[in-house]
């Protein structure tokens, strides 16, 4: 056997495709301590393509508790060479929109990449997806697809994935705005106000947010578990939030962030505006704008010197426009590669 063993049976990956280096095992995740290893080949991965993402083991931790459908123990595989993690691959059924998608990830540590690892991987996470499909008919049929985001820095995956058969169907920016120093708040529409957030706000501003997303047509309906992960976040910050109310109404929000973590990696002082939204009522007024230039203000004045937001490309409330009129400009392209689940 080769010296890269696994237990085929339990791990489900194909021994054909795993390469002969000394050391190597793939194994499922064993507990809490395995966050941190995670979490360092995630950021070395996406600093080496040119990716701003660095994610603490916390913020990792948070997202896969509470990720409906996800399970640890069958969702995520490590790879690591001489009981060192080098890389992790991880996938989790949704619907998005009526269609059942796969959605799934990978990172390999630089210092191990072009050696198989990550064809291995990823054909462990389709063998793992078509296996979820045909135990449970909500994730599998005819429409079923299996994807993944893309960075169009990241050269390597693309080339891995288009070999496999995908195609890149929809497209994504990451903007950002370069200084602050010049934004100036903008009013709201007559008859809203800005409030701070309130613990005993937060479902009637989750369920907002939740709602004006769903005529995107990429939408994943939201439910209990991403309430939890929301507010159990480590960095949340909620007097960063613009919330606009109309009486006792949420009319649209900026969910802002700062990702003090991160930004210590990156060396950046930097906000990211994760989640804009107007509910459709309050819509052609002006809100966003209004909501986007206060949230801007409020960065500056926490020290922050530039901020982010990622968006759609094809958003139907023409999004991209509004962000460019609001000094944002785009930094980064990805796109969603897909394939059909059945391939």
Known sequence: MKSSAVDADAIGIDLRLVPDLPGLVFRRFRGADDWNAVADVMRAAHLFDGDDYAPTADNLRVEAEHQTGFELDRDLLLGEIDGQVVAVAQGVATIRADRPVHQIS???????RRRGIGRAMLDWNERRARALGAADPTYGGRDAAIGSWLG??????IA??????????????????????DVVELPLPAGLELRPVRPEDHRAIWAADAEAFLDHPEHRRQDEQDFIALFAEPELDTSLWRVAWDGDEVAGAVL???????????GVQRGWLERISTRRSWRRQGLGRALISS?????????MSDAMLGVDAENPS?????????GFEIKDRAASYRKPLGD
């Open 106 to 112: 990978g990172s390999v540590d630089p210092a191990w």
């Open 152 to 157: 169009d820095k990241e050269h390597g995956a």
């Open 160 to 181: 891995l994935f288009e070999r496999a058969g995908y195609v890149p169907e929809r497209y994504g920016f990451a903007m950002i705005r370069r200084t602050l120093d």
């Open 256 to 266: 802002t962030w700062i990702w003090r973590s991160e930004n210590a990696v990156l």
């Open 295 to 303: 949230a801007l203000v409020g960065l500056r004045e926490a020290g």
């Open 318 to 326: 023409g999004a991209v426009a509004l962000y460019e009129s609001a």
